[in-house]
């Protein structure tokens, strides 16, 4: 089943959710990430993402695959978009349905960390002074 | 052996290409990273980064055939 998937369009949350639908299901927490017009004290006028799509999605499914053995979850997707994004697009949304509302919330956060700390996915800052920049964070500096 | 290299991000800039083929006697990815990161000048060690070899994450160690896919991963940067 796929439960992760690289998108280059634009994700519609409304339409996605609907993989959630389960009859057992009391609660349903999603999340957004959205590209926002700041880093690190510099202007961000747009983002590119870049991924390396076998191993991203490989390693999406199996996040997903292990939120739902770790946490009491009905449901679980993910998606992640690829390509030129502009200030205020939906980067990656997280949805999760569980019976009861802890499950939810705590499996919804821990799969969106895990994608930043896992999934072969790299973005690419333009900033308004001109220069762009790949981030590659793990404190230490972006530039090599 | 001929090994396919894939680079992403600030390592694709770096390399100035997103891929090449090279003829290499590396039998791991800790030779191969060694002899491309002098090639192409990459700053990154390899305990910043992660390997992976046709698809899938692999030991430093492991043992590299003809025609392998090798993408060596800097740190990502999604969500």
Not at chain 1, 63 to 89: K, N, Q, Y
Not at chain 1, 132 to 139: C, I, K
Request: net charge negative; with cysteine.
């Amino acid at each position: 089943m796929n439960r992760f998937r690289l998108s280059d369009a634009t994700i519609d949350v409304g339409t996605e959710r609907n993989a959630l639908d389960h009859a057992a299901a009391g609660a349903c927490v999603g999340f957004e990430g959205w590209v926002r017009n700041h880093n690190d004290g510099r202007a961000v006028l747009q983002l590119g993402y870049q991924a390396y799509a076998p191993l991203a999605e490989r390693e999406g499914e199996a996040i997903l695959a292990e939120a739902m053995a770790r946490f009491r979850l009905r449901e679980a997707r993910c998606i992640h978009r690829v390509g030129l994004l502009a200030i205020g697009d939906l980067a990656v949304w997280v949805g999760v349905s569980a019976d009861h509302r802890d499950a939810a919330f705590e499996a919804c956060r821990w799969i969106i960390d895990e994608v930043k700390r896992r999934v072969p996915i790299w973005k690419n800052e333009h900033y308004a002074d001109g220069e762009s920049g790949w981030l590659h964070p793990d404190n230490t500096p972006a530039g090599i | 052996m001929n090994y396919r290299l894939l680079y992403f991000a600030s390592l694709a800039d770096r390399a100035g290409c997103a891929s090449e083929d090279r003829d290499s006697d590396a039998p791991t990815p800790r030779e191969l990273y060694a002899e491309i990161a002098k090639i192409h000048d990459f700053a990154f060690t390899a305990t910043r980064l992660r390997v992976a070899v046709n698809g899938a994450l692999v030991d430093w160690g492991h043992r590299l055939a003809e025609g392998d896919e090798v993408v060596f991963l800097p740190p990502v940067s999604g969500g």
